[in-house]
């Protein structure tokens, strides 16, 4: 049985930092790429950075670079958000994204169950 877990969500002042992290369970970890998005009750979900296994290669949505690091410690099956000089406008609740990346895993496509994000003073 497949599992995301995520945690680190939390309350946070404008400014502050949070770290995300996403355990996966069932799956071979290094054959996935790992994304997180967010989702704000009433709109569409966004996606927020992504990483590639093997070569590590990260990209990352306009509104988060410069301010989040998307990383992965294949070792533990865990993928990191690390969200630094948070806004109001960041409040959400992020997703954990497993896509497999090629061979057997082609198609696959896995989600968590999300952690609350809440910026404010």
């Known amino acids: 049985q497949v599992q995301l877990v995520e945690s680190g969500g939390g309350l946070v002042q404008p400014g502050g930092s949070l770290r995300l992290s996403c355990v996966a369970s069932?799956?071979?970890?290094?054959?996935?790429?790992m994304n997180w998005h967010r989702q704000v009750p009433g709109k569409e979900r966004e996606w927020v950075a992504i990483i590639r296994p093997t070569t590590g290669r990260t990209i990352y949505a306009p509104n988060v670079k410069d301010r989040f690091t998307i990383s992965r410690d294949d070792s533990k099956n865990t993928v990191y958000l690390q969200m630094n000089s948070l806004k109001p406008e960041d409040t959400a609740a992020y997703y954990c994204?497993?896509?497999?990346?090629?061979?057997?895993?082609?198609?696959?496509?896995?989600w968590g169950q999300g952690t609350q994000v809440t910026v404010s003073s």
């Open positions: 069932g799956i071979t970890f290094n054959r996935f790429v």
């Open positions: 994204n497993a896509v497999g990346f090629g061979g057997s895993e082609s198609g696959l496509d896995y």
